[in-house]
């Protein structure tokens, strides 16, 4: 079994800053994609970032310039940097996980989600 655990989240105000962070652990040989998605009250979950295992990343329009999401395949983790929060960035952050557990087997994984709140 492959946990990921998010940790980051929090209350700030428009304009500010937080760093999200998931780490994955378990039954791991490696991970290919890796991603953020968020999830507001009354809406259907979206992708924020993704960043493949080379390293090529794309985010969402509406985080364009204001979000940047890497990751560290040593310790398997994909952290998500927001800058210049606003009000509609609230929601709650889920870290998604292509996981290769075995040979020819992958996992989606997906973290229990951290909730952001940006304050006007």
């Known amino acids: 079994q492959v946990q990921l655990v998010e940790s980051g989240g929090g209350l700030v105000q428009a304009g500010g800053s937080l760093r999200l962070l998931c780490a994955a652990s378990g039954s791991i040989l490696s991970i290919d994609r890796m991603g953020w998605y968020r999830q507001a009250p009354g809406k259907q979950r979206e992708l924020v970032a993704s960043i493949t295992s080379g390293g090529s990343s794309n985010v969402a329009d509406s985080v364009k310039g204001r979000f940047t999401i890497s990751r560290d395949n040593a310790k398997n983790t994909v952290s998500l940097q927001m800058s210049s929060l606003e009000p509609e960035d609230t929601a709650v952050y889920f870290c998604?996980?292509?996981?290769?557990?075995?040979?020819?087997?992958?996992?989606?994984?997906w973290g229990q989600g951290t909730q952001v709140t940006v304050s006007s």
């Open positions: 998604n996980m292509y996981v290769r557990v075995r040979i020819g087997r992958y996992q989606d994984c």
